[in-house]
C-alpha cells in the first residue's frame, strides 16, 4: 500500500459524459501527477500539482482538466469522452521541493471504460 | 519533443537466466528513475539515477547511467518468479524545461518461466 488513494476503481460510462476522479496523496505530499495509462501508449504524463498550484503539464487534452484543493487532494475531471479516453488513470503523489526530486508513489488507479 | 525509448519490449527468460532492460533517451537527462509494475498492480519505484556514469546496485538488480544521461540499463541477475512485470524508466529532462515532467518509456514486460 502506497498510502495513495484513487476513487473509483472503475467507471464505466458512454461518450460524451463527463467524469471526476479522485485522487488523496500521502500524508505530507505536497505534489501530485496525474497520469494515463493505455495499452498502446504506455504511461503519459498529464499534469502535475504542487502544494495547490499547476507546476507541469504534459500531453493533457483540453477536454481534460484538474485541480489541487487547499487539503491537498486532487481531481482529474474528463469531459466529451471519447471511445479512445478508455484508459488506467494513476494518480502519485511525493513531497517535492524545487530544489529536490523525490520518488513518486502511484496509487492503484481508476480505470475507465468508455462505451 | 523529447522521448524515451525502451528495449526490447518483450523478454522471456528461464528461471536463473540474466535480464538486461534498455532506456535511451533522444535529451539528456537531469535524472532517471526506473519502476516496476506487477501485472494489475500499479508503478513501484526501484532507483534513481542523476550523476553522470552513476551505477548503483540493489541486491540482484543493477542501474546504470550513461555518461552522456542519455541512455540508462536496469541488469538483473539470476531471475525470479518474483521478478516478472513491466519495467518502466522514466527520465525528467529539466535542462529542457521540462521540469516535473517524468517521459516514460514504454516499459519491457519480463516473464520468467520457472
Known amino acids: 500500500d502506497s498510502g495513495v488513494t484513487q476513487t473509483p476503481k472503475h467507471l464505466i460510462t458512454a461518450t460524451g459524459q463527463r467524469v471526476t476522479l479522485r485522487c488523496s496523496p500521502r500524508s505530507g505530499d505536497l505534489s501530485v501527477y496525474w497520469y494515463q495509462q493505455s495499452l498502446d501508449q504506455g504511461l503519459q504524463f498529464l499534469i502535475q500539482?504542487?502544494?495547490?498550484?499547476?507546476?507541469a503539464k504534459g500531453n493533457i487534452l483540453e477536454r481534460f482538466s484538474a485541480q489541487q484543493f487547499p487539503d491537498l487532494h486532487s481531481e482529474l475531471n474528463l469531459s466529451s469522452l471519447e471511445l479512445g479516453d478508455s484508459a488506467l488513470y494513476f494518480c502519485?503523489?511525493?513531497?517535492?521541493?524545487?530544489?529536490?526530486?523525490?520518488?513518486?508513489?502511484f496509487g492503484p488507479g481508476t480505470r475507465l471504460t468508455v462505451l | 519533443g523529447q522521448q524515451v525509448m525502451q528495449i526490447p519490449q518483450y523478454q522471456h527468460v528461464q528461471e536463473g537466466e540474466d535480464f538486461t532492460t534498455y532506456c535511451n533517451s533522444s535529451t539528456t537527462l537531469s535524472n532517471i528513475q526506473w519502476y516496476k509494475q506487477r501485472p494489475g498492480g500499479h508503478p513501484v519505484f526501484l532507483i534513481q539515477?542523476?550523476?553522470?556514469?552513476e551505477v548503483k546496485k540493489q541486491k540482484r538488480l543493477t542501474f546504470q547511467f550513461g555518461e552522456a544521461k542519455k541512455n540508462s540499463s536496469l541488469h538483473i541477475t539470476a531471475t525470479q518468479t518474483t521478478d516478472v512485470g513491466t519495467y518502466f524508466c522514466?527520465?525528467?529532462?529539466?535542462?529542457?524545461?521540462?521540469?516535473?515532467?517524468?517521459?516514460f518509456g514504454k516499459g519491457t514486460k519480463l516473464s520468467v518461466k520457472p
Open positions: 522514466a527520465g525528467e529532462d529539466r535542462y529542457g524545461g521540462s521540469q516535473g515532467n517524468l517521459i
Open positions: 500539482y504542487y502544494n495547490g498550484e499547476e507546476r
Open positions: 539515477l542523476v550523476k553522470s556514469g
Open positions: 502519485a503523489s511525493s513531497f517535492r521541493t524545487s530544489s529536490i526530486y523525490d520518488e513518486q508513489f
